[in-house]
């Protein structure tokens, strides 16, 4: 049994486990709060104590990071912390070896195998949460783009417009769920998600897939993602392009995870 340390660390939270390769079952699967407003160096000690805690056997770490991570696996952006000048090999010298990947990547490669893209030749996962990401996978491989960059959604990006903390500023909301349980705010959601379902059309244009796997925090909100299809549904020109099935991501919180450990010894094309 192959036994791979997966770390998925997102904005908000650091979630880490074992997965068996074989079957992509996850054990001994521990979340923090990243508190990211501390800093890198301060994220950076916690995925590493994290990675200790749930070492056990395994021979390798995978970690997704909400960021651009190029080919050389060198991370590229700061949108959530910076670790951009930090000596991340000295950080995991005492552990097996690590390699990271962006977590939109991470996730699409989980889904290919084990989750809603696994019948699919095609499919676009998009993560839908503190921002938004997206991952073309064909063949069951992840494109990565020529440097590691294709990853990104819209210009300007959408996540400016339909992310949760876009959405909770328009609504004057604390939180995009809040927003949510607000009727008074439904016309913010939708135009939120009109903008998403616009990049989304532009991206069936563009690529055809075979079926778009939605997920991240907000992605698996049922009602966002009804409203998401329909806009999708209305931008597609029917001459052109068909509308492919939108499916909600079946590994859900464990994508991040499962994906981040396939990364460690396959990752993304």
């Known amino acids: 049994m192959t036994t791979i340390v997966g770390i998925d660390a997102g904005g908000t939270k650091l979630a880490a486990g074992r997965v068996d390769l074989a079957t992509g079952a996850v054990s001994d699967r521990r979340v923090i709060d990243t508190h990211a407003e501390r800093g890198g160096q ?45 000596d991340l090999a000295a950080a995991f010298a005492e552990l097996p070896p690590v390699r990271i990947v962006s977590d939109v990547h991470a996730a699409a490669l989980a889904e290919s195998r084990l989750g809603a893209g696994r019948a699919c030749g095609s499919f676009l996962y998009v993560s839908v949460g503190t921002g938004i990401s997206s991952s073309f996978v064909l063949d069951g491989r992840p494109w990565s783009g020529a440097d590691g960059r294709a990853i990104l959604l819209g210009a300007p990006l959408v996540e400016e417009q339909a992310s949760g903390p876009a959405i909770a500023r328009a609504a004057g ?23 998403l379902g616009l990049e989304l059309a532009r991206a069936v244009h563009l690529l055809d897939p075979g079926a778009i796997v939605v997920g991240g925090g907000l992605g698996l909100n049922d009602t966002y993602r009804l409203l998401v299809t329909e806009a999708l549904a209305a931008a597609i020109d029917p001459t052109y392009a068909n509308l492919p099935p939108v499916l909600p991501a079946q590994l859900g919180e464990l994508a991040g995870i499962v994906g981040a450990a396939e990364s460690a010894l396959q990752g993304p094309a």
Do not use: H, K
């Not at 995009?176 to 135009?191: G, K, L, M, T």
């Open 42 to 86: 301060a994220v950076l000690a916690d995925v590493v104590e994290l990675a200790r805690s749930v070492m056990g056997d395994a021979q390798a770490i995978g970690i997704g990071v909400p960021e651009l991570v190029d080919a050389a696996g060198r991370i590229r952006s700061a949108a959530n912390w910076d670790w951009r000048e930090l």
């Open 173 to 195: 909301t604390q939180t995009a769920q809040e927003a949510f349980a607000d009727p008074a705010c439904a016309p913010v959601i939708r135009a939120a998600a009109d903008a």
